[in-house]
């Protein structure tokens, strides 16, 4: 027994110490810059039935660097030298009759190139007759059912995170607050996967092919964050809360513990990935399909897709496998489980290994607009609010929760601001602590 | 590298605004977590209550300063007995995912759009103070040493007013612990069930100790934006709220005087450790800006790496805080 604690450690360790490497790598890695870097974007606006109109030959500029017009498309790219800061400039005066921006005085952006893809600059444009669109088609069909496929997709990344935040409660009683930091791990670990390829973060590795140089598949990268999400799951427990579960610390001490914990991670995220927006190099801007009026991009959808296939599998994993029975009766009642034979402690692992792992590849699906440092504590309300929703512990609970949440979130929208449509989440929350506070499938015993 | 300056940077923050600040916050957090046991995960929700409820009464109402820090007051007591409304009836665990919501959702709220023309959105709100640095008998704009210690004239001022409260406060919250109100609430600490089966209404005495330390945590909130002469939403971000909570247990939860031992061994630390890194010698600094990416950034990241790890390590190891007693009140005894 001892030998293998020993090695399980040394090994979470060395799994530890890489991830923080490749994080660790980046300074080194800006050798293999790419000089072809630029600020783009799409000029557009929604005419009175809400159909998008692109902008054509507009004339945008950066100055002391260039200029570009905008084309058939309504697209623009201003190609810039060095990664840095760009003050770019609309020319409003070439804007089509009708069309102006939404806020005069923002013809003047600032492009913050990060070394590894274009900047995204958006000009909001409106036409006259576009502002009564907006609030004329606000309860459309199609603009609700457009916020209820965003709510969903939403609501089925949300799940996947949920689940293992609800499977930890369950198996431990112990509301993980460094969950998010799980999630971000995953979105950064697919960048760094994505950007500099197995090793090459190292700089005298660069040099290599890929995938140990270069950038690998995204596809491949997010195999491989899903991997580290659970290799940081299994370090974290291993390290951190087997020990502390072993001498006795409270459930309250563990939870500032995670607390803590959360904190320490998402500084050191920003310690060494910087607090700059970046993007994937692969899909980070995709023009959506339109299916009856209802827009999705295709990376969108085969991340749905794959979300939905995961649910269904960790769903049957939970009912129809050993380990998943284990994990669910562990769950319901730690002292009966362990009472009937199961190892309590190896199925609190798994969950961990699971738990992390889900969390990474929700991660890495939330990163495809920005990846950012605290991509995770951003969303971390809307996680507890679907795990409280559909019941603390509860793994099938929590997915119901995020949907609900997702979508709710969403639809909030239809009457409230978008920028504070999180707010949603709260209100969620306290209505279902006040309303049902065991949750929609959670037991009543629990709320104690 | 210029020690005389470090250190007089260090001594100054040993009893500087921000130690009075962030101790005033952590005795609301002692009334809810040391004596009354509340998971209380959003008290900077309080403090920006507190400092809203000023600001926003001043600049968008036009109300007198002074009217408006009553209002400061009632605005974050009535927040609590919101908060407190839906989760105090239930597992310690509900509250504190509650609170850390709120906390945040008051920060989106305030620094929102649609909120700008009476929160002043991200920008804030400025110029409301004035009433209260008309009153000082100090010249603003001087600095005025005492032995180690260094300070503008309008900080003497802030200190001046924000020490008495501190102490004033901290006296009234020993006097209530011992009376009879108080020794309840440590009662529902140790043992709900016990307290419950003496006839206490437990959930009445948890609001109380709820609002009570909420309204604590304004005065703090009050603080805060008077020293810095605006109210601006990113300083209320969740991160403070978890390092008033490193500040109780640093102090040791349950102790009458753990919160301002706490703000001041944290602040004359984390001030002495940014300032020497600050002063490194160029060619040290450089190199260590190469290895491990040590830019003044990353220095200023370097508080929260360790306030997470100090917390982490804090609440596996010594519970009871540096300086509190298991026999009191220790955070895995709960």
Redesign the interface.
Known sequence: MPASRRWARASGAIGLAIGLGVLAGNGQAQAQVSDDLGVIGTLQYSDATGAKVFVAGVELSIADVGGATSDKDGFFRISVPVPGEYSITLNTATLPAGVTLKDPERANLVALVSENADQRVIFPLITADSVVSVSEGNFSVRRVSQLTLEGLKLGLYLAMAAIGLSLIFGTTGLVNFAHAELITWGTLMAYFFNIYGLVGTFGFFSVLPPPFGGGVNFIVATLLATIMGGVLGFVLNRVIFRPSRASGVSLLAQMVMTIGLSILLRYLFVYFFGSRYRVYNEYASQRANKFWGIELTSRDAVAMVVSIIILIAVGIGLTRTRTGRAMRAVSDNRDLAESSGINVERVISQVWIFGGALAALSGTFFGFDTVKWDIGARILLLVFAAVTLGGLGTSFGALVGALIVGVAINWSTLVIDTELKNMTALIVLILALLLRPQGILGKKQRIG | MDWGFILERSFSAMIGPEVVVYALAAVGLNVHFGYTGL?N?GQVGFMAAGAYGVGVSVFWLGWNFWIGIVFAFVYAGVLALLLG???LR?????L???T???S??IR??AR???MQPITGGVEGVNQFAGPFYDLSPFELGKFYSFGPFKYLGRDVWVLLVGWTLLILITLMVRQLMGSPWGRTLRAIREDEDAARALGKNVYFYKMQSLMFGGMIGAVAGVLQVIQKSSVQADTFN??IT?TI??IL?IGGPGRVWSPIVGASIYWTLIVFVENTLRQLPPGLRATLE?S??LSD??IA??R??L??????????FR?QGIFGSREEMA????
């Open positions: 998971m995960f409304l839906p989760t239930l597992r310690a665990d509900y504190s995912l509650v850390i919501a709120a945040e959702t989106l709220l929102s759009r649609v969740p991160v978890f909570w490193t247990i190469d491990i990416q950034f990353n990241m370097l929260f790496i306030v997470g790890g100090g917390l982490l390590l804090l609440a596996r519970p955070l895995d005894r709960r």
